[in-house]
């Protein structure tokens, strides 16, 4: 997990932060046991399609981000100084270059890349949307706790990628695992300046709580089986 225990922002998640980390803690736990879990069926059937199927949630939630954060920037970014619109547009630039590499990713393993949300994805994504429309920091939260999560898969992934040839797969994630330190700092430092009230903090909590929820679940085997069935 990347430790944003240490990032400064301002003081706006002082009393909650211990909570914070236990959520964040908790989701990339299930991540990666979610995806340890899918790696080990996938030994048993090696199929690079079926491999393909797991990755588009993955593709869907990098170009999803690039909708949101454009979309956060657009409604509420005048309400924050000029350095953070700057860096969450640079987030968003990001996120869409992640979507052009797992497309790749999903290609080069004879998949489709989505360009619609996947039935998986559906509930994650409702969710997140949700959270834009409740307040001005919930989906900086949601995406937060997100981003977080998708730390768990790395190692796992990595590990599995190399047993199985998928160099890749291995190469696109590595760059993948380096723009998120950025990303999920940024969104610790961001929720940090703006919570001002307890309504605030009482937002950020519900986003992350409910995202905690969602955001390993299509990580899992049976995800990919639900969805190949569909």
């Known amino acids: 997990m990347v430790d944003v225990r240490r990032i400064r922002g301002g003081e706006g998640l002082d009393d909650i932060n211990d909570e914070l980390d236990e959520i964040l803690d908790s989701v990339v736990e ?47 970014g005048l309400a924050f100084e000029r350095r953070h619109i700057t860096l969450l547009a640079k987030q968003s630039f990001q996120e869409a270059e992640h979507y052009e590499m797992v497309g790749r990713a999903i290609e080069s393993l004879g ?8 039935p998986e994805a559906k509930p994650w994504s409702d969710f997140l949307w949700d959270c834009l429309e409740r307040h001005p920091l919930a989906a900086i939260a949601a995406w937060n706790c997100s981003e977080t999560s998708a730390s768990g898969s790395f190692e796992p992934t990595f590990r599995a990628g190399e047993r199985h040839g998928f160099d890749e797969v291995v190469r696109i994630y590595k760059q993948i695992e380096n723009d998120e330190k950025f990303h999920v700092g940024l969104g610790r430092q961001v929720l940090a300046a703006y919570a001002k009230t307890d309504t605030d903090r009482e937002e950020i909590l519900r986003a992350m709580r409910g995202m905690r929820d969602l955001a390993w679940k299509t990580f899992t085997p049976e995800s990919v089986t639900q969805a190949r069935s569909a």
């Open 30 to 76: 299930n991540t990666r046991q979610a995806t340890e879990a899918f790696f080990a069926a996938y030994d048993q059937n090696p199929d690079p399609k079926i491999l393909a199927a797991w990755l588009q949630p993955r593709a869907w939630r990098e170009i999803d981000y690039v909708f949101l954060l454009n979309e956060q920037i657009r409604r509420y």
């Open 111 to 118: 998949g489709k890349v989505p360009v619609s949300t996947p």
